[in-house]
Structure formats: C-alpha cells, structure tokens
Nanobody
Framework: QVQLVESGGGLVQAGDSLRLSCAAS????????VGWFRRAPGKEREFVSR????????YYADSLKGRGTISRDNAKKMVYLQMNNLKPEDTAVYYC???????????????WGQGTQVTVSS
C-alpha cells in the first residue's frame, strides 16, 4: 500500500514557477514509479511527467518539456515537480500517482493522491 499527498499548488501569475510535492507513505514506495497528471476544467486527465523507481529515468509530456523537472528522494519518500514559466493553460488540478510500471498510462497507476490546484493568471 502506498498513500500519496500532494502539496505546493496555488495561484500564480504567468511566468512564475511552482514546485509541487508528493509525500508518500508505505515501505514499498522506493519500488514504485511515480507520475504526475493533471485535469483542467472540462478536459480529460492528461499525463504530465513521470520518474522511475530509482529516479534515474524521467519523461515529460510535450506541454512541459523544457519547463519542468521531476525528481524524487526515496529516503524522504518525496517526489517533486518543478514547473517554470507557467502559462494559463497549465491551470489544473495536479495529481501524483504510483505504479509498479514505468508508464505514462494512467490506468496502470495503482495509487493516487487527492490533488493540488494550480491556477495561473494571465
């Protein structure tokens, strides 16, 4: 079992930066890949970024490439998503999720957090 709690969202202006955090509990956390997803109002949930269990492998959606960095600290059971040069279209609820597979497919993620709201004003 893995439990996830996101934090770090907020209201920012276009061009600002935010670092989202995902705090995990559970002894097996270090064996799980972690992904970030987001859901904007009226839109489908979409993949944002993911990191493998060791932290060595990362992958980003085109929407975040060049603006984001995902990282993890297995000793602290934390995963972070640094987002820079935020745009109004980044406005969404952001979720972290854990999977035994290194994947971008949300259906393969077994555990989900409750989400944190990111709002970017123009």
């Amino acid at each position: 079992q893995v439990q996830l709690v996101e934090s770090g969202g907020g209201l920012v202006q276009a061009g600002d930066s935010l670092r989202l955090s995902c705090a995990a509990s559970g002894r097996a956390f270090r064996t799980y890949a972690v992904g970030w997803f987001r859901r904007a109002p009226g839109k489908e949930r979409e993949f944002v970024s993911r990191i493998d269990s060791s932290g060595a492998g990362t992958y980003y959606a085109d929407s975040l490439k060049g603006r984001g960095t995902i990282s993890r600290d297995n000793a602290k059971k934390m995963v972070y998503l640094q987002m820079n040069n935020l745009k109004p279209e980044d406005t969404a609820v952001y979720y972290c999720a854990a999977s035994t597979r290194t994947t971008i497919v949300p259906g393969w993620y077994d555990y989900w957090g409750q989400g944190t709201q990111v709002t970017v004003s123009s």
